[in-house]
Every structure is written in C-alpha cells, then in structure tokens.
C-alpha cells in the first residue's frame, strides 16, 4: 500500500481554515486500516463560557470524546494530517468545504464546495443541520457521484425524495442490526438500479458504524449496472462493492448473503427478493415495495367487497393492502418476526411501506398458518409468493 503524505499546501490550508478562519465548524477523518475503520472529528465548542475543541474519535464501534484547548487541538489537527494510507478528510467552514481523498493507490483527490454562506451557532459551533445518515459522515463525494448533489455539495432539487428515502432506509438498518455482528455483513440490494441505495449502505455502515461490509447489486437492465460499476470504481470500493448484470431469479451473490435490500421493486420483483432472501438463509430482510398488479387481477368480483371492488381507485388500494398482507404472513409462515410499517414521509414518495423481517421464530406455528390460510380462503387468491415457495410452503399448509 502506498504511503501518501498530504500535499503541504492543503495541510496548510487545513491548519488556517481551522484555527484562523471565523466560521470553522467542523474536520473530520476517516481512515481505514487493517480491515477496521478509524474515524476521528475536531470541533469548536464553549464549555462554561470558555472557547474549547472537542475531538470525537470512533473505532471498532466504540466512541471516545475529549475536550481540548488551543494547544492540544493544534497537536490533535497535526496527528490527523499525519495520517497515511486510504483515507478521507473533510473539512467543513461557513463559507465552503473541503474533501480530499487519498485511494488505495496512493492518488489524492481535492474537491470544494463553492462558495457557501451558512449560519453558524457561536454557542455550539455547527451548523443547524438536521442529523441524518447521510450527515453523520463525509458523503460529499458519494453524493455528488451518485448524482444526489451538485458540484458545490448541495442535494438537487430533484433529488430531494431519493434522498429521503435512502437516509430512511438507513435509519432502519440502524435499528434493525443494533450490535456489530462478529464477522463480515454480506447484503444482496435485489434490482439496485442506480445503486444508490447500494452504495450508500457500504459508505454507511463502513464508516459510521465501523462494520466489515460487502454489498452486491443485482439487476438485468446492462446500462444501469454499468453506472454502478463506474460509479464504484471512482469511489474506490469496487473490491469491496460489486454488480451483477442479470434476472434476479437465477444470479448469485458473490458470498453467502446475511441481509436482502430492495427498494421500489416494481410487483412481483419484490416477492422475487423475498423468495431469494428466503432461498439464500438470509437473517433480514428488508423491502419496500412498488406497485403491486398481480393480486389485483386475481380479485373476483362479487359478494360483500364488490362495493370496493367497483371502483377502480379503491380496488387499486385494497390490492395493495392485500399484497403486503399476504407477504408478511407468508413470511411468518416462515419462521420471521414481520413488522409492516412506514419508513418514510409520503412527501417522499407515496410508496412509503416497508417490511421489515428477521429470522428467528420456528416456521410452521399453527396461529401463523391459520391466519393465513383463512385470509387467503376468504379473498379465494393464491398469492405469487406463495407458489413461489411452494416447495417450503406446502410442508406447513398441508398440516391443517
């Protein structure tokens, strides 16, 4: 691995931007070393009236945080712009930022912000940013290649709900892997499209909650996963972040994976994620799922629901119910604890529904079963994921 020094003019504008210039609010480092992940921040901040720096360093999910004065900050700076390796700086003042990265390869790269006005709070000394995800670490230059942010860091207007939805997404992951696991985290993202999601997933977990990650998208569409593979490659994680180009229902990941993703599969390509989550043993599966046509052509009309079923609005709505209904029971069948719930705003995108399932329960428990074959007796359906499994799912519908 080459050993890369900063050049001396950017350390240099990193120690005037920090110490000499109003409105500094922020540097922080990454550095990723041994297969672990080192992160370290120095702020300004007031402690009883009294100006202080505040460093913040993380690693093997631990946090450790210490106040310094003029002095021991000057020394914590310097050992930070002493670091060598892989590594990612990113400095962040009212008027701009600035990020600079150092590859495997020994390459560094320089990127600012333009000019920026932001209003600092003299009394905590950062901005009044709403924390997010994608806030908690350096994603500038992540942002910018998935197309997310401009040229000067700022989310497009445009981007605005994807963004929303990934930094949703992430929370959920947060939530759903609390502790670290012990080995390294393989995540299969079904039909990963542009690879937002993909991307921002390694980023994430690698680099704010310290996990040893490995992600691979899959999708058929050529075009998207050659983006997805560029986009890899200029953010220097292709080793550890690949794509398959291909259907869903016969690739393989490149490991054995522990987590599925997929965001807005459009109808039964959702199922299909469930089903190869299911197939590949994995722990967690998380779906959020697009539009849903196959129930809706299998609802027969007639008896108590044709009222509903009439209007087309309403029949779209109640198909939509249905489906998610029929998966999270399925998946309970299965031996997963389910949870259906909203994992963003409906100003974000109206398909704001996710499951969120981990194994962990005995498949085949009666109260599951029952439920389920008397929601499906009633609407007189067999939905696509259940002949998907049959071969699983006969071994428990059959005994009842």
Known sequence: MARTDLPASVAEEIRNRVFNEKGFMKVTQVVRRGGGTFRVSLRPVVIKGENKYQGEMTEDGRTQVKNFDLEGARAGLEEMLGQTGPRELHLVTASGDLHVRVTRKGKVLESRSGKLSREVDDQQGHDR??????TSFDADLLLKTLGIADADGKIRASMRGKYDQVNAFLKIIDVTI?????????IVDCGCGRAYLTLAVYFYLTAVRGFEVRVCGIDRRADVIATARTMADALDVSEHVTFIEGDLTDSEAPFEPDMVLSLHACD??????LARGIDWKCRYLLCAPCCQHELHKSLK????????????ILRERLADLLTDTFRAQILRVLGFRVQVMEFVSAEATARNILLR??????????????EYLELRDFWKVTPWLETRMAGLMNKYLTRY
């Open 357 to 370: 399932a981990e194994f962990g329960v005995k498949p085949g428990q009666q109260s599951a079963v029952s």
């Open 301 to 312: 009309e007639g008896g108590p629901m044709q009222a509903v079923l009439r209007q087309g």
């Open 178 to 186: 609390a502790e670290k696991p012990d080995k390294t985290l393989n």
């Open 129 to 134: 940013i709403k924390r997010q995800p994608l």
């Open 268 to 273: 039964t390509a959702t199922d299909e994620a």
